[in-house]
């Protein structure tokens, strides 16, 4: 079974900071790797597929870079209505979702 | 446009049986992707599984297997316990993928349908 793991679990940060957000997979998963975000009493919102491609509709201060192994989601300046939950997932034959990372305020 | 609608929020007992539906619309049921995903309250996001409609070709994550079943019709899935836990009280979100490929990411979801198990 291939394992996401996301780290910060929790991230402290304030408008206008470029913030990023890392996503490791146990086994190497080429570019099979998505981002979604989850506001509070809200459904998961997808941002980013094939591990950079955006979403129609997400703005383009959110970017995702990575293959393999490793993989990154970048806000490059912090909005409000970004303070959310970030959840990675990869999806080739198979669903596993990382376990999340909170931004919130600094 | 693609509309995900889920039945509504249901209380059970341990032991009893249950089965939530997801309807979808504006789009070819059968040609796509379903899933379900779970979230336990404050907690983050879990695969169960899902499934293609059109032939009911379906997979489940391992932590999944032989607790729940996923099934299909023309225009619905479904997910489906025979005797539920406490711990199956969560969030239910059934989510339908991009493509008919075998990429199961999710650009559409449900509104989610609350399952609560209580004694």
């Known amino acids: 079974d291939i394992q996401m793991t996301q780290s910060p679990s929790t991230l402290s940060a304030s408008v206008g900071d470029r913030v990023t957000i890392t996503c490791r997979a146990s086994?190497?998963?080429?570019?099979?790797l998505a981002w979604y975000q989850q506001k509070p009493g809200k459904v998961p919102s997808l941002l980013i597929y094939?591990?950079?491609t955006l979403q129609s509709g997400v703005p383009s201060r959110f970017s995702g870079r990575g293959s393999g192994t490793e993989f990154t989601l970048t806000i490059s300046s912090l909005q409000p209505e970004d303070f959310a939950t970030y959840y990675c997932?990869?999806?080739?034959?198979?669903?596993?979702f990382g376990q999340g990372t909170t931004v919130d305020f600094k | 446009d693609v509309q995900l609608v889920q039945s509504g929020a249901e209380v059970k007992k341990p032991g009893e049986s249950l089965r939530i539906s997801c309807k979808g619309s504006?789009?070819?049921?059968?040609?796509?992707?379903v899933a379900w995903v779970r979230q336990k309250p404050g907690k983050g996001l879990e695969w169960v599984g899902v499934?293609?409609?059109?032939?009911?070709d379906r997979r489940y994550s391992p932590s999944f297997q032989g607790r729940v079943t996923i099934s299909a019709d023309k225009s619905n899935a479904y997910l489906q316990w025979n005797s539920l836990r406490a711990s199956d009280s969560a969030i239910y979100y059934c989510?339908?993928?991009?493509?008919?490929?075998?990429?199961?990411?999710?650009?559409?979801w449900g509104q989610g349908t609350l399952v609560s198990v209580s004694p």
């Open positions: 086994q190497t998963i080429s570019t099979s």
């Open positions: 094939r591990a950079s």
């Open positions: 504006g789009y070819k049921f059968t040609n796509y992707w």
């Open positions: 989510a339908r993928t991009l493509s008919s490929s075998w990429s199961w990411f999710f650009p559409f």
């Open positions: 997932q990869y999806y080739n034959n198979g669903g596993a």
């Open positions: 499934i293609y409609p059109d032939d009911s």
